[in-house]
C-alpha cells in the first residue's frame, strides 16, 4: 500500500509506516463489524486518510485540544493524531462515539498504534468537557442537525472542520436557514465535488 501524492508532501517516513499499519488494521477489522465499505478496503489511503489527512492544514499552533464527534473507523481524529508531529502540531485528540463495538475498536487501534487519544463511549451531547479548540467531523450528520447537536450540548469550539460530500450545497443551504454561519468553503484534495468547511462561529436566528 503506498502514499497518495498529497499525503507523501506532508507526512515523514516513519508516519508512513504508522498510517500502513492503521489501514491494515482497518481492513482486517472490517470483516468483524462494519467501519468502511467493502468496496473502499482497496483504497483506504486515498478514499478515507487522505481525505482526513487534508483538515491538518486548517488547524493552527495554538490548537491545544480536538475532538471528533461520531469517530466511527477513526476519521479524522486518529488520521490527525498520526500526522500531527509531522506539522509541527500538539493537540490532543479525542474520539466521541456512541457504538460500543467501534469504541472497542478505536482502543484496540489505539493500543495497536501505540497512541493516547481518549475515547468517549457516550453522545457527543453528554461529554463532560464542553471546551474545545476545534471540532471535527466526517460523514456524521447533516449540517443543521450537527449545530443542533453542539447547541444542546452545549459545547463550545473556537473553530469547526466538516469533511463534506457532493449534498454540501443542499446542507448549506437548509443549515442557514437556521443558523448564521462564517463559513469558509474549501475545495477538497480527494473529490473536486466535495467540500471542507471551515466554519469560525455559529448563531442561530
Given at each position: 500500500?503506498?502514499?497518495?501524492?498529497?499525503?507523501?508532501?506532508?507526512?515523514?517516513r516513519?508516519?508512513?509506516?504508522?498510517?500502513?499499519?492503521?489501514?491494515?488494521?482497518?481492513?482486517?477489522?472490517?470483516?468483524?463489524?462494519?467501519?468502511?465499505?467493502?468496496?473502499?478496503?482497496?483504497?483506504?489511503?486515498?478514499?478515507?486518510?487522505?481525505?482526513?489527512?487534508?483538515?491538518?492544514?486548517?488547524?493552527?499552533?495554538?490548537?491545544k485540544?480536538?475532538?471528533?464527534?461520531?469517530?466511527?473507523?477513526?476519521?479524522?481524529?486518529i488520521?490527525?493524531?498520526?500526522?500531527?508531529?509531522?506539522?509541527?502540531?500538539?493537540?490532543?485528540?479525542?474520539?466521541?462515539?456512541?457504538?460500543?463495538?467501534?469504541?472497542?475498536?478505536?482502543?484496540?487501534?489505539?493500543?495497536?498504534?501505540?497512541?493516547?487519544?481518549?475515547?468517549?463511549?457516550?453522545?457527543?451531547?453528554k461529554?463532560?468537557?464542553k471546551?474545545?479548540?476545534?471540532?471535527?467531523?466526517?460523514?456524521?450528520?447533516?449540517?443543521?442537525?450537527?449545530?443542533?447537536?453542539?447547541?444542546?450540548g452545549?459545547?463550545n469550539?473556537?473553530?469547526?472542520?466538516l469533511?463534506?460530500?457532493?449534498?454540501?450545497?443542499?446542507e448549506?443551504?437548509?443549515?442557514?436557514?437556521?443558523?448564521?454561519?462564517n463559513?469558509?468553503?474549501?475545495?477538497?484534495v480527494?473529490?473536486?465535488?466535495?467540500?471542507?468547511?471551515?466554519?469560525?462561529?455559529?448563531?442561530?436566528?
Amino acid at each position: 500500500m503506498i502514499l497518495t501524492k498529497y499525503l507523501d508532501s506532508i507526512v515523514s517516513r516513519e508516519t508512513h509506516k504508522k498510517l500502513i499499519k492503521y489501514a491494515d488494521f482497518l481492513v482486517n477489522y472490517n470483516q468483524k463489524i462494519n467501519l468502511i465499505s467493502k468496496s473502499t478496503e482497496k483504497i483506504v489511503m486515498s478514499r478515507h486518510i487522505e481525505d482526513s489527512a487534508q483538515l491538518i492544514k486548517f488547524i493552527d499552533k495554538n490548537a491545544k485540544n480536538i475532538l471528533d464527534i461520531g469517530s466511527g473507523a477513526g476519521f479524522p481524529g486518529i488520521v490527525l493524531e498520526l500526522i500531527k508531529k509531522d506539522l509541527n502540531l500538539n493537540f490532543k485528540v479525542e474520539l466521541s462515539e456512541k457504538s460500543i463495538k467501534k469504541c472497542t475498536y478505536l482502543q484496540e487501534l489505539s493500543d495497536y498504534l501505540k497512541i493516547d487519544v481518549v475515547i468517549h463511549n457516550d453522545d457527543v451531547k453528554k461529554i463532560k468537557r464542553k471546551d474545545y479548540s476545534v471540532l471535527v467531523s466526517r460523514a456524521f450528520k447533516p449540517l443543521s442537525l450537527f449545530l443542533e447537536i453542539l447547541e444542546e450540548g452545549r459545547i463550545n469550539f473556537n473553530k469547526i472542520l466538516l469533511l463534506k460530500g457532493e449534498s454540501h450545497k443542499k446542507e448549506m443551504e437548509e443549515a442557514s436557514k437556521h443558523w448564521e454561519i462564517n463559513c469558509d468553503q474549501h475545495e477538497s484534495v480527494t473529490n473536486p465535488l466535495s467540500k471542507v468547511f471551515v466554519i469560525n462561529s455559529v448563531k442561530r436566528i
